[in-house]
């Protein structure tokens, strides 16, 4: 389970599995950031596990310069096909969130969509911020897109079974060593395959305390896509805003 996102994400059932997520979601979220944060057009913009590109893209098609990058080489050469398509010009590599290394300084930097907390340790999963404040200009912004973990503990759906493109796909959820798991089973025909998803349960607190320990300061809290403010019960997502 240790290295689960390496298999999970750079696998060909990956994206059948999250073909549903909604590009009017993703939409919403950015013009939601861009509204709270003062950039011009020749601002940078780093999307951190930038995936198959959906945030990138919209961002380039806004006018931005987007660098992206994720550890998945299918999944960039998705977003790659896309930003072609669609002629716009990403800057898009291969990392590993834990050894980021860049020249370039940036405005504005993305974690969505938690992706965040994959990890075993905290030092590990904290890395990635250490460096993006080194990658941030002055008063520059770090965007951190996670789940509330309060609300997810009270809410969480054990089991949900749905087809997709003639697959079968079973999604089981649990809590086990203070992380959510995820066991997701595709049937394809008499083909069976098996991925899990893990994810540290963190408290607003404790991101909090990490983050300002290497040197953040807190902006705003969000607890959903609509702009609500954070309400430690009833928020579903815990969007914090970092500035340098």
């Known amino acids: 389970m240790e290295n689960w996102f390496k298999e999970w994400f750079s ?37 951190a596990a930038c995936g198959a590109g959906r ?10 310069n987007v660098v992206g990058f994720d550890l998945s080489k299918n999944l960039l050469a998705e977003a790659k096909r896309k930003a072609q398509n669609n002629f716009l010009n990403i800057g898009l590599f291969c990392a590993d969130f834990r050894n980021v290394v860049l020249q370039k300084k940036f405005d504005l930097i993305l974690n969505l969509f938690t992706s965040f907390g994959y990890f075993l340790t905290d030092a590990e999963n904290f890395s990635f911020a ?20 309060n609300y997810l ?11 997709h493109d003639g697959k079968k796909i079973i999604e089981r959820r649990k809590f086990e060593n203070n992380r959510v798991v995820k066991e997701i089973t595709i049937v394809n025909g008499g083909e069976e395959n098996f ?45 914090l805003f970092f500035e340098k």
């Not at 945030?55 to 931005?64: I, Q, V």
């Not at 250490?130 to 973990?149: E, P, T, V």
């Not at 503990?153 to 087809?163: D, G, H, K, M, Y």
């Open 11 to 47: 696998s060909n059932e990956y994206l059948s599995v999250y073909q549903h997520r909604d590009e009017e979601d993703a939409e919403k979220l950015l013009e939601l950031i861009l509204s709270r944060i003062d950039l011009t057009n020749d601002s940078w913009i780093l999307d």
């Open 153 to 163: 503990i009270r809410n969480l759906i054990s089991e949900t079974i749905r087809e």
């Open 195 to 239: 991925y899990i998803e893990s994810v540290q349960l963190y408290s607003k607190e404790e991101i909090i305390t990490e983050f300002e320990r290497i040197g953040f300061k807190v902006n705003e809290i969000l607890g959903d896509y609509n702009g609500s403010k954070y309400n430690s019960e009833v928020s579903p997502r815990l969007i």
């Open 130 to 149: 250490k460096s993006a404040y080194s990658l941030l200009n002055h008063r520059g912004i770090y965007l951190l897109d996670y789940f509330n973990a």
């Open 55 to 64: 945030h990138s893209l919209y961002l380039a098609s806004k006018g931005f």
